[in-house]
C-alpha cells in the first residue's frame, strides 16, 4: 500500500492568511493526488483532483502543486468558511489511500 | 444535481451482520463506479470498496476482504455493502462516494459524497 503522509496534523491561522499543507508519498505517485474537504456533518467534497485540478465551483483560493512524491495544498487567503479537516489522497495504486488529515482552524 | 443517500447504519453485536445501502440521483448511475469509504471515530478517511459501473468488477481494502460484499443494483440506482462477521474495528460512518469514471482502473477521483452512515459494533 502507498503510504500518504500529511502535516502538519493541525493548525491555526488568522483570517486572510496563507496557509499550505503538505502530503507525501511512500512513492512515485505522478500527478494522481486529489485533495478533499470535510466539514462536521456535511458531506465531503472533493476540491482538487490529478494535483492541481479545480472542481467546479470551489474557490479559486485553494490552489495544489506538486508531482511524484510531494505535494502541497494551498488556501491563498484564509476565510472563516474554510474551517474544516483536509486530506490528500493518492489513485496512482489501489488500495487508494488517504493522509491522516489536517484540521484548519481560525486563530 | 448529484444526490446520494446512505441507509441501513445502526448498532450490531461483534461478529454480526449488516447491509448498507445507498440510493443514488441526478446522475447516469451505470455509468460510474461506486465506492464506500469510512471514517472510524476520531481517525481519517479509509477507502473500503469499490464496484465498476456494470458491476462485474470489484475492489477491497486488505481490511475488509472475505468479509464485506459491495454491489449494485443499476435498475433501483442502489449500491449496496454487506457486512458480515463485523468487528468493533469496522465501527465508523460509512461514505458513499461516486467515482469520476466508469472503470474502476480510472476510478479513484470521488467527485460526490453522501453525508454518511454510522455503523458501531459492540462488544
Known amino acids: 500500500d502507498i503510504q500518504m503522509t500529511q502535516s502538519p496534523s493541525s493548525l491555526s491561522a488568522s483570517v486572510g492568511d496563507r496557509v499550505s499543507i503538505t502530503c507525501q508519498a511512500g512513492h512515485d505517485i505522478s500527478k494522481y493526488l486529489n485533495w478533499y474537504q470535510l466539514k462536521p456533518g456535511k458531506a465531503p467534497e472533493l476540491l482538487i483532483s490529478g494535483t492541481t485540478k479545480l472542481e467546479t465551483g470551489v474557490p479559486s483560493r485553494f490552489s495544489g502543486s506538486g508531482s511524484g512524491t510531494d505535494f502541497t495544498f494551498t488556501i491563498s487567503s484564509l476565510q472563516s468558511e474554510d474551517i474544516a479537516t483536509y486530506y490528500c489522497q493518492q489513485y496512482h495504486d489501489l488500495p487508494w489511500t488517504f493522509g491522516q488529515g489536517t484540521k484548519v482552524e481560525i486563530k | 444535481e448529484v444526490q446520494l443517500l446512505e441507509s441501513g447504519g445502526g448498532l450490531v453485536q461483534r461478529g454480526g451482520s449488516l447491509r448498507l445501502s445507498c440510493a443514488a440521483s441526478g446522475f447516469t448511475f451505470s455509468t460510474y463506479a461506486m465506492n464506500w469509504v469510512r471514517q472510524a471515530p476520531g481517525k481519517g478517511l479509509e477507502w473500503v470498496s469499490v464496484?465498476?459501473?456494470?458491476?462485474?468488477?470489484?475492489n477491497y481494502a486488505d481490511s475488509v476482504k472475505g468479509r464485506f460484499t459491495i454491489s449494485r443494483d443499476n435498475s433501483k440506482n442502489t449500491l449496496y455493502l454487506e457486512m458480515n462477521s463485523l468487528r468493533v474495528e469496522d465501527t465508523a460512518v460509512y461514505y458513499c462516494a461516486k467515482s469520476s469514471h466508469e472503470m474502476i482502473m480510472f476510478g479513484g477521483c470521488f467527485d460526490s459524497w453522501g453525508q454518511g452512515s454510522l455503523v458501531t459494533v459492540s462488544s
Open positions: 464496484i465498476s459501473g456494470t458491476g462485474g468488477s470489484a
